[in-house]
């Protein structure tokens, strides 16, 4: 069940590619982010999407995956979520921009999406449930990385994207400009077009 706070902007924060740089890693890496003002939005998206994994006979566990879902129902599920009021931003690394990859390019990834983001004491909830050593130390990083301002963000915490649909929603938002990458695939431009409208920002690194 996704918890919501009151008076506070939302964001949910995924991932698609890796940063790796090893001949099988993915050419890209996007980190996006799924922004609400307006927290009852957020609540009945979140409920449309479970609605909606009931009427395909999913259990109520069952995770929205780019990966590992039918494209079908991908698109389905994006017109379905582009009726209500959010924002898209994002990063996009490409990797052969690089002679070498930096260290750090997740965190430093995610700090730089924050830094596009105009943050107003926002509740952050990246993907990711890493061990809670590890969990302060990225936090500590990726605000440090992003010279967050006083009252831009209220808290930021990692989220299990099995308890979190909306989190669910940013891996299909990150997937989907990911996929607009691979120019060699058919679908590529298919998934970004229905989310067009929230688009805001597309940052390339």
Request: aromatic letters at 8%; proline letters at 1%; charged letters at 25%.
């Amino acid at each position: 069940m996704v918890t919501l706070m009151r008076n506070k902007q939302l964001v949910f924060i995924d991932d698609s590619g890796d940063a790796g740089i090893k001949p099988d890693s993915s050419s890209h890496l996007v980190m996006a982010a799924v922004v609400f003002n307006d927290d009852l939005v957020a609540e009945e998206t979140a409920l449309a999407m479970r609605k909606f994994r009931r009427q395909l006979g999913w259990t109520d566990d069952h995770e929205y995956k780019f990966n590992k879902t039918k494209k079908d129902y991908i698109k389905q599920v994006l017109r379905l979520v582009s009726q209500y009021d959010f924002a898209i931003y994002a990063v996009v690394v490409n990797k052969a921009r690089f002679k070498s990859m930096p260290k750090g390019l997740y965190n430093d990834s995610a700090s730089e999406l924050l830094k596009v983001i105009p943050l107003k004491k926002a509740s952050i909830k990246i993907d990711g449930h890493a061990g809670t050593n590890y969990t302060k130390r990225a936090i500590s990083q990726v605000r440090k990385n992003a010279n967050v301002a006083v009252g831009q963000v209220a808290d930021i915490k990692f989220a299990d994207s099995k308890e979190n649909v909306l989190i669910q929603l940013a891996d299909l938002v990150a997937s989907s400009i990911f996929r607009s990458t691979q120019t060699g695939k058919a679908d590529h431009q298919d998934y970004v077009a229905i989310l067009k409208k929230h688009i805001t920002e597309i940052r390339q690194v």
